[in-house]
Structure formats: C-alpha cells, structure tokens
C-alpha cells in the first residue's frame, strides 16, 4: 500500500476553479478532442479533491478502501450514492472495492438492487426520501461480520446449483444457517440476483410456515436488514397464514413472553431448550379457528409442543386452555 501524498486542497480548488472559468473560451474551440480532454483534466481534478478533503479529516485513510469503508462507517444506516464513494475514493472502479469490503472483510454494506426489494416488502425501514438507485450503498452496521466470509463461498456454491430456482437456493441457505443474522444482500445473491427474492422470502415464510424473522416480522431484538431461520422445521400447517401485522400483534400484547413460562429471548441460553417465541392457535386453524388476537397466544417452543402433547386432539375450550396456561393455585 503506498503512502498518499497529501495534496492542498485549496490548491486542487483553484486550479479546478481556473480550468472551469476557462472552459468558456475551450468551449468555442472546434475540436471536441480538446473540449473532452480538458473536462476530462477537471474530472481527475474532482476526484484529487475528493480524497484531500477526506485524508485531511483521516490522514491513514490511504486506500481506496479504507477511504470507502472510512466515509459508509461515518453514514452507518444512511443511503450513499455511488458517485460520493467515487469522489471518495478517488477511483472508478469503486464497485469492486465494496464487492471486496463485503465479502472479503465482512462489511455488511447492502447494495441499492437489495435495499429498494427490501423496502418494497417492508424488511428495511430508512428515513431517506430518495429513489433508491442500482449505486446505492448501505452500511447496516458499524462492525464487521466474521463468518460472512464463509456464508459468501456457500452462497456463491448454492447459487450456481443447476437444480431450483431462487427461491429453493435462498432455503437451501437459510437451512445451512439456522439461527445466525443473514444480509438481504446475501439471499439476493443466492437467488441468482432475482428481483422478486425479498417476495420469495416472503412466501417462505407466510405460506410455506418457515421461521424467517426480521426485525419488523416479530423480532425487535435484531438489526435491521437482516432475516434469521429460527429453525429448519416448518410451523404446523394449522400455525401458517398468519399475517405479520396480526403476528406482531399477538406478540406486543403478550410483551414478547411465553404464557405459560414467562420465557423471553433475553433469557436465551445454550443449555436451554427453549429456543424461540411461537404462536399458537387456542383454536386450531383447521378447526375453523381464526387468525385473531383472542384465537392467538404466545408460547415458547418447549411450551408450544407440550401443549400440542396435551391437547393432541385441539378438543379443550379456551378457558381450559388458559387455565393450563395460568393455573389458579
Ligand atoms: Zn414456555
Ligand atoms: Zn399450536
């Protein structure tokens, strides 16, 4: 890595200054040739600016990429523009140097492809206004993620399967991950860069019954941009269908604890089964038991399938199933 003279940035702002003032008379000249060469002179100008402007803030900032990382760890969360990073970096091919950051070094910087399907189907929330762009970056969080370097070498091996399509490749994914926080921007990519994947996530959850959570499907607790598998076991079928808006409904009423335990995810701990928060129809769903706040509790899984041993046959009433759930001493 060779150490980058800092230039003046004043200086880099005058002679951009002059070479534009004098563009009035270059502009009269007949040979576009020379037109192009002197905007092309004021361009690598920009560009020299860009990176005195930054070493001045952060003199070891001595590659393009640590001038990339630099500038996305200071904006965590915000959209960026292909064009500042260029300006920052001070290169062209800027793209490949965030290709690097991600997968390489374990930046979780989503692309602008991701970030619009995950806005669309509401798993990523930004205060920006701006019409989200293909050059668009977004840093989702200020830490590097040390077994992305690993998921990206499966995600690429999935992703050239010959056998299913996008939406088999993004489970196939998920199943190989079970319990560990997975970028859009990876299950993108998995699916063959698909522009329907966050719908297919979707679909894997809402109708298949797989426990793909994010933080605005059930799960606070977890950082934006990133959808979990729970486990690789698919909801009963009388569980599935039941709408997010309605799931995270049942669960704020029931302040994220189990009934019957009063386990929540804060007392998540290795040595003990209970693993997740499930959802469990009082009325099973194939008994015409409806998808409503008074059918709908929250259990813990341990308690889930204790109280499915219990009642296999879904014969008890309400008012036995709460009096299991919070017996009167
Ligand atoms: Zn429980
Ligand atoms: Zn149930």
Redesign the pocket.
């Known amino acids: 890595m060779s150490s980058r003279k800092i230039e003046n940035p004043e200086q880099l702002r005058e002679e951009l200054v002059r070479l534009l003032r004098n563009f009035e008379e270059t502009l009269k000249n007949e040979n576009l040739r020379f037109k192009i060469l002197k905007l092309a002179e004021a361009f690598g100008k920009l560009r020299r600016l860009g990176v005195a402007v930054v070493l001045l803030e952060e003199a070891d900032s001595n590659s393009a990429s640590d001038r990339i990382l630099l500038y996305l760890r200071r904006y965590v969360g915000s959209i960026v523009s292909g064009d500042e990073l260029m300006v920052v970096s001070g290169i062209q091919d800027y793209p490949r140097r965030v290709r690097e950051l991600r997968v390489q070094f374990g930046w979780n910087i989503l692309s602008g492809a991701a970030i619009k399907q995950m806005i669309h189907e509401g798993d990523l929330i930004v205060t920006e206004q701006t019409k989200v762009l293909p050059d668009h970056y977004l840093l989702l969080h200020d830490e590097q993620d040390k077994g992305s370097a690993y998921r990206w070498n499966r995600a690429n091996a999935i992703r050239k399967e010959k056998t299913g399509g996008g939406k088999q490749k993004i489970l196939k994914f998920l199943k190989e991950n079970v319990g560990v926080p997975i970028t859009g921007e990876e299950l993108r990519y998995v699916a063959g860069d698909s522009s329907e994947w966050a719908r297919r996530v979707r679909e894997l959850r809402t109708e298949d019954g797989w426990k793909i959570k994010t933080r605005h499907t059930g799960r606070p607790d977890l950082q934006q941009g990133v959808y979990i598998l729970e486990d690789d076991l698919q909801a009963e079928r009388h569980d599935r269908n039941i709408p997010d808006h309605m799931q995270i409904g049942v669960l704020e009423r029931d302040h994220y604890r189990?009934?019957?335990?009063?386990?929540s995810r804060d007392k998540l701990h290795p040595d003990d089964r209970?693993q997740r928060l499930e959802l469990h129809h009082v009325k099973y769903h194939s008994k015409k038991g409806e998808n409503t706040l008074e059918n709908l509790a929250t259990?813990?899984?341990?308690?889930?399938d204790?109280i499915h041993r219990l009642d296999k046959e879904n014969i008890w009433s309400a008012e036995q199933f709460y009096s299991w759930v919070n017996p009167t001493p």
């Open positions: 189990c009934l019957k335990c009063d386990w209970r259990l813990c899984n341990v308690c889930h204790l």
